[in-house]
Nanobody, 121 residues
Framework: VQLVESGGAMVQSGGSLRLSCVVSGFTFSRYSMSWYRQAPGKEREVVADINMFGGATHYLDSVKGRFTIFRDNGKSTVYLEMNNLQPEDTALYYC???????????????WGQGTQVTVAS
């Protein structure tokens, strides 16, 4: 299993970014996926979930209306579109497959390197 995140950058408050996560080592279309983030000194938290078909999504309350998760099963890629970014969104962002929609990840899966999002006020 390999997950490669990209798209992070430093932006000004109110800016936008699109993160991508390309996966390999498993049949992407058979699994739900999640985006996580970890800010310095804080626990890693789930930001968004999407089911295997892309028809169901769930978001952390603080990002609802600003972030959109979507996927392209043909490209084995999951995306996170982030708008109106705020300084509190600053974190290292990761993707992961999950056992079911909104459920836990596979403990045996490695984390990717993540992609850094920094929002300046």
């Amino acid at each position: 299993v390999q997950l490669v995140e990209s798209g992070g950058a430093m932006v000004q408050s109110g800016g936008s970014l699109r993160l991508s996560c390309v996966v390999s080592g498993f049949t992407f279309s058979r699994y739900s996926m999640s985006w996580y983030r970890q800010a310095p000194g804080k626990e890693r938290e789930v930001v968004a979930d999407i089911n295997m078909f892309g028809g169901a999504t769930h978001y952390l309350d603080s990002v609802k209306g600003r972030f959109t998760i979507f996927r392209d099963n043909g490209k084995s890629t999951v995306y996170l579109e982030m708008n109106n970014l705020q300084p509190e969104d600053t974190a290292l962002y990761y993707c992961s497959r999950t056992r079911n929609f909104g459920g836990p990840r596979f403990d045996s899966d490695p984390w990717g390197q993540g992609t850094q999002v920094t929002v300046a006020s």
